[in-house]
């Protein structure tokens, strides 16, 4: 069965320096990598994509993801962290094996918190 | 452009009772799935509806039930409500000929049953 990981339920960084946000998978066949971030009281906004291609992702707001096929990671990562970045952060993978379209696995999340 | 939309944003239900969600899907989009997130975790599949029919389905009991209309919009239905079915539900949408587009979310209606 295909899962997630995510490893911290809390990221703690001061503004300005990089981050990293954990995440580790378990699929059958090729990952369909996805990371999304919620903000409080909200639903989940689409921050990048893995499907093949180059293992470094560049997606919104500064953020990208780097594939790594033989540790089974997706880590998120910025270069320097802002204040604003403070949500919580999901990684999930697409399951195809009930459809053609699949549905997305998560993970249980990591809070991030940037510190001014 | 409107993204997902969804009714109502707070519901408090007693248990036993029934509640009937609803999602208006992102313009162009003719697929939508419904998740179920518990405090402190991550989204749960419950089921996706494409062409009016329930295409797949995660590890929900029967009590969760939906529709798709043919304007593409959703209902989620959940009978006899039990005090473990407070959580934010999710409405999700895409487009069936783009399977590798990622979901886009609605703002959730979060549910609580006391």
């Known amino acids: 069965a295909q899962s997630v990981a995510q490893p911290e339920d809390q990221v703690n960084v001061a503004e300005g320096n990089p981050l990293t946000v954990k995440c580790t998978y378990s699929?059958?066949?090729?990952?369909?990598l996805f990371w999304y971030v919620q903000y409080p009281n909200r639903g989940l906004q689409f921050l990048l994509k893995?499907?093949?291609?180059?293992?470094l992702v560049k997606g919104s707001y500064g953020f990208e993801a780097e594939f790594n096929k033989s540790q089974t990671s997706f880590h998120l990562k910025k270069p320097s962290a802002l204040v604003s970045d403070s949500a919580l952060y999901f990684c999930?993978?697409?399951?195809?094996?009930?459809?053609?379209?699949?549905?997305?696995?998560f993970g249980k999340g990591t809070k991030l918190s940037v510190k001014p | 452009d409107a993204g997902v939309t969804q009714s109502p944003t707070h519901l408090i239900k007693t248990r036993g009772q029934q509640v009937t969600l609803r999602c208006s899907p992102k313009?162009?989009?003719?697929?939508v799935s419904w998740y179920q997130q518990a405090l402190g975790q991550g989204p749960q599949f419950i089921f996706q509806?494409?062409?009016?029919?329930?295409?797949q389905r995660g590890n929900f009991p029967d009590r969760f039930s939906g529709h798709q209309f043919p304007n593409y919009s959703s209902e989620l239905n959940v009978n006899a409500l039990l005090l473990g079915d407070s959580a934010l539900y999710l409405c999700?949408?895409?487009?069936?000929?783009?399977?590798?587009?990622?979901?886009?979310f609605g703002n959730g209606t979060r549910l609580t049953v006391t």
């Open positions: 999700a949408s895409s487009s069936d000929r783009a399977w590798n587009s990622p979901l886009h």
């Open positions: 699929v059958s066949g090729n990952p369909y």
């Open positions: 893995y499907i093949t291609g180059d293992n």
């Open positions: 999930a993978v697409r399951d195809f094996n009930g459809g053609s379209q699949g549905n997305l696995i």
């Open positions: 313009s162009g989009h003719d697929t």
């Open positions: 509806y494409y062409e009016e029919e329930e295409r």
